[in-house]
Each structure stands twice: as C-alpha cells, then as structure tokens.
C-alpha cells in the first residue's frame, strides 16, 4: 500500500478570496495561515475551493492545505515536505534505518535529518513542489538562496546526500528544476555531479491526508 500521512484533524471546505500577504489568505471562513511563500499564482485565484485545517488563534481560523485545479485537489503546505520524507525514512524507503535526527545544523545550515542507514550517516533535505506546466512539475515557485545553499551543503556529502521533492499535485508526469533560477539550477548541477541523490516524488492530496504515489522522472539539469 501506498505511504499515506493523515491529516490531524477533519478538513472543512471554504472559497479563496484573496491573498492578504505571503502567509494569510483571506477565505469566506475568514483569514487563514497560508504555509508556503511560493506564488502559486495558478492556484490562488479569486473563488478557487479549499480545504484548510480549523484551529482557531488570534490572526487565523486556521491553516490552508488544499486548493482545487483542475479537478483535483493539490496541497499547499509547504511544510508537509518534511513529514512525508520522515514517513518514507522511517519506512525504510532508502534503506534499514537505525537512527534519526531531525532539523541537524551544518556548517551554518541547517537540513531536515541526519539519518544513520546501512551503516553510514546520510543527509536529507525536503521540497517542496505544486506549481505545474502542462504535466511537468517545476521548482522552484519563487527564486530559492536557501534552496541553492542547500544543494550546494549536499554536494560536500557526495552519494549520502539527498535532496527530495515532493509533488503535491497529482496530474504531474516528470519533474524538473526551473533554469531561470540560475544559482539554484547551478548549485544542482554541482550536487549531481559529486553524487548527491536529486529525488522526486508524486503525491496525492485528499480530504482524507496525502499519498506517495512513488518516484517521479526527474529530469537532469
């Protein structure tokens, strides 16, 4: 079966309006924590439905998760990464793992887990992904520093590094970095060269949580 991370609690539905700033859209339910500070221009527009997860605080009525496009649901948290490569590592999906450290700083950075596997300690970190052109999903939404210096800290790990992206949009066919963001694109280059395992996963988002549908073709930069 399919890895499936729930969600952790029932969604509700509500119509997008607009976006307030990069992390509130305004929802007929009110204003809602939008996690992600990619554009999403293609997604976020006025009437769109979404889902979002209710937790009442003093700015919000809660987090925004799904938004619908072309007749499917696709998932905006971004942070929904992380938990789904923690899902697939404590699964053994990359191997028999015998220990986990998650949000590890190194040399200044900081990545989402150090994990021990098959003997070695291996470096992980998750992305994010939903904007998509025709059936090719591309990243990044938005010009990543952070993403570039990511890339840059795997190269030094060579073949145990890992940088993994997770599609949240099911009609994606195959998987590729977006050129126009050149230090990113670059930074790429140099991990595949020393060996850094570049990854990409699909997934299917639902009112019920989200599925790992399994590796998607990532095409070379």
Not at 33 to 50: D, F, K, T, V, Y
Not at 70 to 97: N, Y
Not at 110 to 121: S, T, W
Not at 141 to 157: E, Y
Request: with cysteine; charged share 25%; glycine share 10%.
């Amino acid at each position: 079966m399919d890895p499936f991370l729930p969600w952790e609690a029932p969604l509700e539905p509500c119509t997008f309006l607009r976006r307030r700033n990069r992390f509130v859209a305004e929802t007929d339910r009110g204003p809602l924590h939008l996690p992600n500070s990619g554009r999403m221009a293609e997604l976020l527009l006025p009437g769109a439905p979404c889902l979002y997860l209710p937790k009442s605080g003093p700015r919000t009525r809660g987090r925004m998760v799904l938004v619908g496009s072309r007749g499917v649901w696709v998932g905006v948290d971004a942070h929904r990464a992380g938990r789904l490569l923690e899902l697939l590592l404590r699964l053994g999906w990359f191997g028999p793992l015998k220990a986990l450290r998650k949000e590890v700083r190194l040399l200044g950075e900081r990545l989402d887990f150090l994990a021990e596997i098959g003997g070695e300690e291996r470096v992980f970190e998750a992305k994010n992904c939903n904007r998509l052109e025709g059936e090719l999903a591309l990243f990044p939404d938005a010009p990543t520093l952070r993403g570039a210096r990511h890339l840059r800290l795997l190269a030094r790990f060579g073949p145990r590094g890992y940088a993994v992206w997770f599609v949240q949009h099911p009609l994606a066919r195959a998987f590729a970095l977006d050129p126009a963001d050149k230090e990113l694109f670059q930074a790429a280059k140099e991990a595949r060269r020393q060996g850094v395992n570049l990854l990409a996963y699909g997934v299917e988002p639902g009112p019920e949580g989200l599925r790992v549908l399994g590796p998607l073709p990532f095409l070379d930069p």
